[in-house]
């Protein structure tokens, strides 16, 4: 089979490594790509926001099947021109794509099918927002209604930030028609976490649970950004919590989508808030995440592109994939300015010495080639990324690596994993038996 990758960051590199390793893949392309997708396929130009821009790129590759990375292309309504076309695409239709498109769009269809979420209102404007500002009171969490690339959430302690990022959302304009109308929510704790999905709309498969790290500094200090890291590790989630979770929560999901007409194939992820009273919805993507993908994708063993094939040809009922039991780590190295705005241009060096380490993998985000040099391109610049036999040793693959890489100004996060690691000395979450853990290899293969 062709297969085309569409996207050019972390998660796409991910995934183009991955489709190129299954025994149905013939060529692996990826519009637009990155040097280092460029290392697993061919690479091709294309604006990612303009639906027939990438229908054209499939059609000049003659793609056998397109996995779709970011939103934009998927909420703009890429699906629907290539079923038009009739070309087959992995993602959810311009109607479903709504569940990230719009935030309104998510809470008020999260409410009325009774999903757990947290209290919202809505603000058509300024007045409005003031007074949903005084009934939910603080903290509050105000959200833009549209796409605003991880810039359109504030988690607003008191009353006087609540009034600023309401004062930029809708006065100054700062994201533009995505903040003209918000949403405002009451502002949950617990621990987040990301569960994703494949569904062909009845069938449900959950991908390994995986945990991000949005904050820019350790302890989850800082601004948010796209994602410092993530690690994927059985032990986020026991058997009765993913029970739980699938029944309360995605279930109740694609059925809803199904009954409103608008019935839900491709990714999906739950970000959840795992409070005292059960997991709650703090959004929908739908998309898998970056940089989840990156160490999710590291363990799964089973063939991705008969994964892919089975969703889009509805059997994916009864279907498992299969997981390496050994946990994964992903540490993001991102440039100086990052989450504001960074520089770029800086020599990168060490790459083949960090990737020459066993379970050691690298996928590149914000990367580009001048004159023979590679060089940084972007706010997250590459995912170190490592698989071995326990937690710790898995993250102390992944510093090793991010220790042979250097570039001026990198920034990275030392405590990618530390909440996982936390969490199994404490005794919680699911873990696997002791005879799981004998069975493991010391070294995954990669
Ligand atoms: P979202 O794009 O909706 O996931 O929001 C980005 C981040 O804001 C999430 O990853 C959470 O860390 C935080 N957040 C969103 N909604 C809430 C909430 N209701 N309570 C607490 N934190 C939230
Ligand atoms: N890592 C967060 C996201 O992909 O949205």
Not at 44 to 62: F, M, S, T
Not at 358 to 367: E, M, N, Q, S
């Amino acid at each position: 089979m062709k297969l085309l990758v569409i996207g050019s960051g972390g998660r796409e590199h991910a995934l183009t490594w991955k489709l190129r390793e299954s025994q149905l893949s013939e060529d692996v392309y990826c519009a637009p790509g990155n040097p280092g997708i460029a290392q697993e396929g061919e690479c091709l130009p294309v604006d990612v926001k303009n639906p027939l821009a990438i229908l054209e790129v499939a059609q000049q590759v003659q793609a056998d099947l397109t996995v779709i990375g970011p939103e934009a292309p998927l909420v703009a309504g890429v699906v629907d021109e290539f079923e038009k076309a009739g070309l087959a695409i992995i993602g959810p239709s311009k109607a479903a794509a709504r569940l990230e498109g719009s935030k309104i769009f998510a809470k008020q269809f999260m409410q009325r099918h009774g999903i757990p979420t947290a209290r919202f209102l809505v603000a058509e404007n300024f007045d409005d927002a003031i007074k949903a500002l005084e009934i939910l009171g603080t903290p509050v969490v105000i959200k833009a209604d549209g796409l605003a690339a991880g810039k359109g959430v504030v988690v607003a302690r008191d009353r006087e930030q609540a009034e600023k990022a309401l004062d930029e959302f809708m006065h100054q304009k700062t994201l533009g028609a995505a903040g003209e109308r918000l949403v405002l929510e009451a502002c949950l704790s617990g621990e987040e976490i990301s569960f994703i999905i494949m569904t062909d709309g009845r069938g449900i498969l959950p991908f390994s649970p995986a945990q991000d790290h949005k904050a820019i500094f350790d302890n989850d200090q800082g601004p948010n950004t796209g994602g410092m890291g993530a690690y994927s590790d059985d032990s986020i989630l026991d058997e009765r919590q993913r029970e739980d979770i699938v029944r309360r929560i995605v279930a109740p999901t694609l059925a809803g989508m199904a009954a409103e007409g608008t019935p839900y194939r491709g990714f999906l992820y739950f970000g959840l808030m795992l409070t005292t009273s059960g997991p709650q919805v703090l959004e929908y993507n739908v998309r898998l995440g970056d940089p989840e993908t990156q160490p999710t994708l590291v363990r799964l063993r089973s063939d991705f592109v008969d994964l892919l094939k089975a969703v889009r040809e509805g059997t994916l009922a009864g279907l498992e994939a299969h997981w390496s039991p050994n946990p994964s780590v992903c540490v993001v190295l991102a440039s100086k300015g990052y989450p504001g705005k960074p520089e770029t241009g800086k020599q990168i060096t060490g790459v083949e010495a960090a990737e020459s380490l066993g379970g050691v993998k690298l996928f590149h985000a914000g990367t580009t080639f001048h004159d023979r040099q590679l060089l940084t391109a972007g706010g997250r610049v590459m995912g170190v990324t490592a698989i071995a036999q326990d937690l710790p040793s898995a993250i102390e693959r992944a510093y090793a690596a991010v220790s042979k890489i250097n570039f001026e100004g990198m920034q990275y996060r030392h405590d990618i994993g530390a909440k996982g690691v936390r969490r199994r000395t404490a005794g919680s979450g699911g873990g696997r038996s002791p005879r799981a853990a004998k069975r493991m290899p010391r070294s995954a293969k990669l």
